[in-house]
């Protein structure tokens, strides 16, 4: 095990510093690509979120990021930006509806690289990799066969929450993101030591982690944007490329009678659905419903299986685009249809207020260690 643990420490040790090699020798986008990156904003969003990257002088650190995306890390950077041609649309509609920059979209591509089933040595989960403590705040069930931040769209709602509360607190983007990853605490006490609320004077005084944090996040958001310039090729993944549509299912779920019911793989209907951890999940109380993502082709067959078929040719696949945020606003017998190869919900509720006085006293006691 020891063994095992040097040689790990040695493997990652030499990847560093061959990516300070590389990006101490030079670092020239090509012709196309733009030296400094002003990543772009939702429309009529009321929040800025400018982060300077003049790579070739400002910030080392965001050049190392870069060329170990480019190179060391190259074919993992192509899975992740497959994934994010199925992800960012789903994301997308979220930001815009809390008119918080679009960019942030990036942001789990830096956390999980857009990989549900990722967990953290720290407990974080979820493509957002959203902490216990902050699960619970914003009331996100976590159970032994079901984990909600494992859910794109669920975790995905209490991150842009966070952010805007973080945002609302700090009004400063470079700070918001600072505390989205080492906890507002840590930001605060590093503004008291600093005596400024300028990130470039007081990132000094924040854990390292945190300050490469930031970095990678200009790193990625660079080769998100230009990544075609570099030879990169998004790697999209097989199981996500398809149109899907949401069902309700009440009572008891089983996925394994589900996949027999529509003739859709379990394994296809697990990677759809990262938030049931087991195929057998007791039923919800209060008369609730479980959602389930399902190939578009196979829900006929499911239909078919229950005796249904007519409530599904007089379903209205148009009335939603996405899955409801609350399964108690889906239709029993209506399948809201996901158009192309990821998710669209143009019609989402409002954005929770936020609690700017509460914020500061109550949800800091609730969440003193952030995300990781």
């Known amino acids: 095990m020891k063994t095992q643990l040097a040689q790990n420490f040695w493997r990652e040790g030499l990847c560093w510093t061959i990516a300070v090699i590389i990006a101490s020798i030079s670092f020239s986008p090509d012709a196309g690509a733009s030296s400094s990156l002003r990543l772009r904003m939702t429309p009529g969003s009321t929040s800025e979120l400018l982060l300077s990257a003049d790579l070739p002088d400002k910030d080392p650190q965001v050049q190392i990021y870069i060329q170990r ?82 859910d794109p769209h669920r975790s995905t709602q209490a991150a842009v929450s966070l952010l805007a509360m973080l945002h609302d607190q700090f009004c400063d983007w470079h700070l918001a993101l600072a505390a989205y990853n080492c906890g507002p605490g840590r930001v605060r006490k590093a503004i008291r030591k600093a005596g400024t609320r300028n990130y470039d004077q007081l990132k000094a005084f924040l854990p390292l982690q945190t300050r490469n944090y930031i970095s990678k996040f200009v790193a990625m958001a660079y080769v998100a944007n230009h990544y075609d310039q570099y030879g990169l090729t998004p790697k999209y993944p097989a199981d996500l490329s398809g149109p899907t549509q949401v069902l309700a299912i009440e009572g008891a779920l089983n996925l394994e009678e589900l996949a027999q019911q529509s003739g859709a793989p379990l394994k296809t209907l697990r990677k759809l659905n990262p938030s049931y951890l087991s195929n ?21 067959n499911y239909y078919i299986s229950l005796g249904k078929e007519e409530a599904l040719q007089q379903a209205d696949h148009s009335q939603y685009l ?25 019609d989402l509720p409002a954005s929770p207020k936020r609690p700017r006085t509460l914020f500061s006293k109550y949800f800091i006691r609730r969440w003193p260690n952030g995300l990781a």
């Open 69 to 150: 995306f480019l190179t060391l890390g190259r074919v993992e950077t192509e899975h992740a930006l497959g994934r994010a041609q199925y992800y960012f649309p789903m994301i997308e509609p979220y930001l815009q509806e809390a008119h918080l920059p679009n960019a942030l979209k990036y942001l789990p591509l830096v956390e999980s690289t857009l990989l549900p089933g990722v967990t953290s040595p720290s407990g974080a989960a979820g493509i957002w990799q959203i902490m216990p403590s902050t699960a619970d705040y914003f009331g996100l069930k976590i159970t032994p066969a079901l984990d909600e931040r494992r």
């Open 280 to 300: 057998q999940l007791p039923p919800l109380k209060d008369q609730g419903r479980y959602l389930v993502y399902l190939p578009q082709e196979d829900v006929k």
């Open 322 to 346: 996405g899955p409801p945020l609350t399964a108690a606003s889906l239709p029993t017998f209506t399948p809201p249809s996901v158009i192309g190869t990821g998710y669209h919900q143009p």
